[in-house]
């Protein structure tokens, strides 16, 4: 038996259609007992997208981003948010999308990415899939300032850190972003050994 065997679609109904599509489904879950159960869930209906983590063996320093969230803000962040760069697909494949993202974030154009693996960020409500990648860098890969594109409202500031720094920044609370705690751990477990 599949889930698919374990789950009935009933109705689906779009909640909201502004930047990303909120709709309400009712199913019909088979439970482990074997009881059919009528369930309601919201759900976002992100697309993918990918994130990546440049990486200098030699001088160990990572490529981070740091830029303003407004549902962190919401929650009660009163700071900017440290991450690893990262956009939707797009319709692109990831590595396309990353190398893209990558360039107008970091400013940095990355020839070879590496895909380490992929996570559902948030699957309690929303679809994305997240496409996690890691790249070397050298200095002279930096082919502009960076800092997002200005008419998708981005104002990101490009930072270079020591990985021990950065995996500091973990541990005290400066970096709270899933994607660029998991990429760190990435590099300090299989690159910076």
Excluded: C
Excluded at 115 to 137: D, I, Q, R, W
Excluded at 178 to 192: R, S, W
Aim: no cysteine.
């Amino acid at each position: 038996m599949t889930i698919s065997d374990r789950v009935r679609i009933r109705d689906v109904r779009v909640l909201s259609d502004n930047w990303t599509p909120l709709k309400e489904t009712t199913f019909d879950y088979r439970r482990a007992n074997g009881e059919w159960q009528t369930q309601h869930r919201e759900t976002y209906e992100r697309d993918n997208a990918a994130a990546v983590l440049p990486y200098n063996l030699a001088r160990r320093t990572v490529i981070l981003v740091r830029q303003f969230r407004l549902p962190a803000f919401i929650r009660g962040y009163d700071d900017l948010l440290i991450e690893a760069a990262a956009g939707v697909l797009d319709n692109a494949s990831p590595e396309e999308r990353i190398r893209a993202e990558a360039e107008e974030e970091t400013g940095y154009r990355l020839h070879h990415v590496h895909k380490v693996f992929e996570a559902f960020m948030s699957p309690g409500a929303n679809t994305e899939k997240l496409h996690f990648f890691v790249a070397e860098y050298e200095p002279e890969m930096r082919v502009s300032g960076g800092g997002g594109l200005e008419h998708e409202g981005e104002d990101i500031e490009v930072l270079e850190l020591p990985i021990d720094e950065a995996l500091a920044m973990i541990a005290d609370g400066r970096i709270i972003d899933a994607k660029a705690i998991m990429l760190l751990q990435y590099v300090a477990l299989h690159v910076f050994r």
